[in-house]
């Protein structure tokens, strides 16, 4: 799938209410081959734009086809498609493995966000839990 193909997969409906700031957050997985699971996590506050559930999901299933080499470059991958899809004053994606590839390594994980530049609400984004 290229990269057209896979941000058409994205869909998106107007915010219903454009002067409020508030708070969006999906969650999904992918599946690899041999079942391991990452974990995508997608806090956003919407301008113009809400992002459709179900679009999410198959947006999560299309990428589950993609070999990830690690969290980092899906973790980008997700900011850069949903940056362009659904233009957000504020997003950030958190991407997990809880099923690791060595024992001594108990978790690997990867926040990424961007903003709107001169887009800021520090009372909204300082009420959010801490990664």
Request: glycine residues 6%; proline residues 7%.
């Amino acid at each position: 799938m290229d990269l057209q193909e896979r941000r058409a997969l994205l869909k998106a409906t107007a915010n219903p209410d454009r002067k409020l700031d508030y708070l969006v957050t999906l969650s999904g997985h992918l599946f690899d081959d041999g079942g391991a699971r990452q974990l995508v996590e997608v806090r956003y506050v919407p301008d113009k734009q809400v992002l459709d559930t179900g679009s999410f999901g198959t947006y999560l299933e299309a990428l589950s086809n993609h070999p990830w080499d690690n969290p980092e470059d899906l973790a980008v991958t997700v900011l850069t498609d949903i940056n362009n899809e659904v233009v957000s004053r504020w997003v950030q994606v958190k991407v997990g493995l809880p099923e690791l590839p060595h024992p001594a390594v108990d978790s690997h994980g990867v926040v990424i966000d961007d903003r709107q530049p001169g887009w800021d609400n520090p009372a909204l984004l300082g009420r959010l839990v801490r990664i």
